[in-house]
């Protein structure tokens, strides 16, 4: 479920990221990578829950991703996890196939009336040729 947040632009939001960063962060965020990769293969969502932990970019961005920050810090009920979407300030709130309309009212209801609320599905193959 996407809920987009405005318009930033790429160039200005890797600007805010640093030159370098530790070895810890770097091999900690690949493994959640893999993790989210293994979870979306698998169709297993309780693994979604440990794939969130990016310490590459979203610590970076926080600043001007506010919506990000508030759903971090309170999860909706139904939400598996939340990211940022592309360089921000828009977020994603994955969820379980079978909560995504719970986790849409949910979202509807507690966010501004300004936000929009996007359901979405996670594509079952890629954009190549049948």
């Known amino acids: 479920m996407a809920v987009p947040g405005g318009r930033t632009s790429t160039h200005a939001?890797?600007?805010?990221?640093?030159?370098?960063?530790?070895?810890?962060?770097?091999?900690?965020?690949?493994?959640?990578?893999?993790?989210?990769?293994?979870a979306l293969a698998g169709g297993?969502?309780?693994?979604?829950?440990?794939?969130?932990?990016?310490?590459?970019h979203e610590p970076y961005r926080l600043a001007t991703a506010?919506?990000?920050?508030?759903?971090?810090?309170?999860?909706?009920k139904h939400a598996a996890g939340v990211t940022l979407s592309g360089s921000g300030p828009s977020v994603?709130?994955?969820?379980?196939?079978d909560d995504v309309e719970a986790?849409?009212?949910?979202?509807?209801?507690?966010?501004?009336?300004?936000?929009?609320?996007?359901?979405l599905a996670v594509a079952r193959r890629g954009a190549g040729p049948a």
């Open 103 to 119: 986790l849409t009212g949910e979202l509807e209801r507690s966010l501004p009336e300004s936000t929009t609320v996007l359901p």
């Open 92 to 97: 994603v709130v994955w969820a379980e196939a």
């Open 66 to 76: 506010p919506l990000l920050a508030e759903l971090r810090e309170r999860p909706p």
């Open 44 to 56: 297993d969502a309780s693994l979604l829950r440990g794939a969130f932990d990016d310490r590459l």
């Open 13 to 38: 939001a890797r600007a805010t990221l640093p030159a370098t960063v530790a070895h810890g962060d770097a091999a900690a965020t690949v493994a959640s990578a893999m993790l989210l990769g293994a």
